[in-house]
């Protein structure tokens, strides 16, 4: 694959991740598929255009710019573990100040979870994922590729406050900022046996990625 066909991926990419979450767009594709129909259609479609420009990076020409270093490999496995218990621990969660969460009228300011640590669990477990893998990948196309995923999500996150905040008002969006960072730094969960259970699907989800990545990516993240 040459320069121009990885643009054009990379292109495809930014394009189908804009253009359906532009509140116009998004309204009608809601009122077809319902706000659950649209969170799935929009997750599957991102992992499928992430796949895809994965692979295009993959196939990019290799222009060498930095050796790789045993510890850019142990700090992306101590990191990816975090992505991992941070996204079980946030997704499919009530989450109002995001893009996505279920039962966002359900959410407790006072139970927050990990939205405590972040509005945007999701954006910041990509941002880590990102530049976790910015470092042991020293090439031209994977530092474009996981650059941009990185400010994409650091992006995405101001973008998605400026949102809520219109749609929320300004005087409940805050309140429930400022009550969210009343409470503790580790605020107690809901329920102890939900949280142990997430964050055993997180660990067993490192464990699978560990398995899975030299079949994935022909590359094993173990030294």
């Not at 969660?93 to 405590?116: C, K």
């Not at 994977?142 to 650091?154: C, D, I, S």
């Not at 107690?188 to 660990?203: Q, Y």
Request: glycine share 10%; hydrophobic share 55%; aromatic share 10%.
């Amino acid at each position: 694959m040459g320069w121009i066909a990885f643009a054009g991926v990379f292109g495809a990419f930014l394009l189908t991740h804009s253009l359906p979450v532009r509140p116009a767009v998004k309204s009608r594709l809601v009122g077809v598929l319902g706000a659950r129909g649209f969170t799935l259609a929009y997750s599957a479609l991102s992992l499928v255009m992430m796949t895809w420009l994965i692979v295009a990076a993959d196939r990019a020409p290799f222009v060498f710019l930095w050796e790789p270093a045993p510890w850019q490999r142990d700090a992306a496995l101590v990191g990816m573990l975090i992505v991992c218990l941070l996204l079980a621990l946030s997704i499919g969660r009530p989450n109002p100040f995001s893009f996505g969460g279920l039962g966002n009228d359900q959410f407790d300011p006072a139970r927050p979870g990990v939205i405590r640590w972040t509005r945007h669990p999701l954006l910041v477990s990509l941002a880590l994922w990102a530049a976790l893998h910015l470092p042991p990948n020293g090439d031209l196309a994977h530092v474009l590729m996981f650059g941009m995923f990185a400010g994409f999500a650091l992006l995405g996150m101001g973008i998605i406050d400026r949102r809520k905040r219109r749609l929320l008002g300004e005087a409940r969006w805050s309140a429930l900022r400022d009550a969210v960072a009343a409470g503790p730094l580790l605020p107690r969960p809901e329920s102890w046996s939900t949280t142990a259970l997430r964050a055993a699907v997180g660990i067993g989800a490192f464990v699978l990625l560990l398995m899975l990545h030299p079949v994935a990516f022909g590359v094993s993240p173990l030294p």
